[in-house]
């Protein structure tokens, strides 16, 4: 055998030795990653990063150490790779699912034993590659269990969101026909449309997107989404029946202004308590929007009934007073004669305001006007007696209420008409 022969099978099983001893004190792990799927036509990145486990310790490897060998089909072409070959660019050209391979080896020893393998597995398609976003109320609506959950009457916004990490459609021109499975249909330019949806129940949305690249290629892409509109909860009634007494069993009837399926949260507490967090009896109501509730308090005072309800897009929490009393006594027979007192109190003060009110007359000065004539005032005061100068002026009657209710004399005004004749009996 040839001597040189003989020398490279010895470095040979030296660097296998060597690689297989360094395996064995640490473990090498490979994690590789595309960005597809991709369109036909366009690029696609590859990466391989590896990371070492140092005992319980993970980090990743040296850079410039190690080398990345990469085994791809033979349709895809390498347009770029990085220094030390852990990512590389690729074209597809056609559409199809290729699968790939990476091997890693120690920078000066490409003929070792790889310390790590990986693969990977890259998706070309012929359609415009995108996915569709819906959006109620500034917030994104992320589907549950394949369907998109949302509010009825509120405008929601619906948008196709276009995946090119290569650029591929930075000129292309765009179509969009939007079918909202209520039997409308819009036609725009932009990727994205408002709508508002007036009845719940389950719809199906579509969207066709039409890429135009150039007067001789186009591409297109059809997505599908389940919506599944709900009335949001706005309201919880609760009604209850008169017989609120200790040691009776309260009856509540609580009635959902939402969609169902409901989760439903109740608690009676003193307090009036906004989440009632694990404490509360959780109820499920799959079919119905009712709820009948039974409580039976052992203690007298007033209770508060914190009910919250919630579905998949909205909740709404209320609060419900339960006063509570003693068997025989309730506290309506303390209320009626504070009530009747007060009333007879305001009738006992009307009453007296308005017979002050009343018995209060105005003075009024009577000027005692005397038209006799003079020859007249004379006489009557002649027939004064006379007063002592000593006697107070109150003491003696004055001529006026002397001659009172005799007849004057001499009438006030001259009569118009001739008195008529007297005629007497003989």
Request: hydrophobic share 35%; glycine share 4%; with cysteine.
């Amino acid at each position: 055998m040839d001597p040189q022969c003989i020398g490279a099978l010895l470095l040979l099983a030296i660097g296998l030795n060597q690689a297989s001893a360094s395996a064995n004190r640490l473990n090498y792990f490979l994690k590789v990653t595309t960005d597809g799927p991709i369109t036909s036509g366009a690029q696609a990145t590859i990466s391989a990063r590896l990371m070492v486990r140092n005992g319980s310790q993970m980090h990743p490897a040296q850079p410039n150490a190690f080398h990345f060998h990469w085994k791809l089909q033979h349709t895809l072409s390498i347009k770029w790779r990085s220094e030390d070959s852990s990512s590389i660019s690729v074209l597809a050209p056609l559409a199809n699912i290729y699968d790939l391979q990476v091997w890693v080896t120690h920078a000066d020893c490409w003929i070792c034993l790889p310390v790590a393998i990986g693969f990977a597995t890259l998706h070309v398609t012929d359609s415009v590659v995108g996915h569709v976003s819906l959006m109620q109320s500034n917030s994104s609506i992320d589907p549950e269990a394949g369907s998109y959950q949302l509010a009825t009457n509120t405008s929601t916004k619906i948008s196709f969101i276009l995946y090119d990490p290569s650029n591929y459609f930075s000129t292309a021109s765009f179509l969009y026909i939007w079918r909202f499975g209520d039997g409308s249909k819009m036609v725009t330019n932009e990727s994205y449309v408002s709508y508002i949806f007036h009845t719940r129940g389950v719809y199906h949305l579509r969207v066709e997107v039409l890429a135009h690249l150039n007067a001789f290629q186009r591409k297109n892409g059809v997505y599908t989404a389940t919506l599944n509109l709900l009335d949001p909860v706005r309201a919880i009634e609760i009604t209850s029946n008169q017989d609120n007494r200790v040691d009776h069993r309260m009856d509540f009837l609580l009635y959902i202004n939402g969609s169902p399926p409901l989760s439903l949260c109740w608690l009676i507490s003193p307090d009036c308590i906004p989440d009632p967090g694990h404490e509360c009896h959780s109820v499920s109501l799959k079919r119905t929007s009712h709820y009948n509730l039974s409580y039976t308090s052992s203690e007298p005072g007033p209770y508060t009934l914190s009910v919250r309800a919630q579905n998949d897009i909205s909740a709404f929490h209320t609060c419900y007073t339960v006063n509570t009393w003693q068997t025989g006594i309730h506290q309506v027979w303390f209320i009626i004669p504070c009530i009747a007192l007060l009333t007879l109190i305001l009738i006992f003060i009307l009453s007296v305001t308005i017979r002050n009110s009343s018995g209060q007359k105005d003075l009024v000065e009577v000027a005692d006007f005397d038209f006799s004539p003079a020859t007249t005032k004379q006489a009557a005061a002649d027939r004064a007696p006379p007063r002592s100068r000593d006697q107070p002026w109150c003491c003696f009657p004055t001529a006026d209420e002397e001659d009172e209710g005799e007849k004057e004399d001499q009438p006030l005004l001259k009569p118009t008409r001739p008195a008529p004749p007297n005629y007497t009996h003989p």
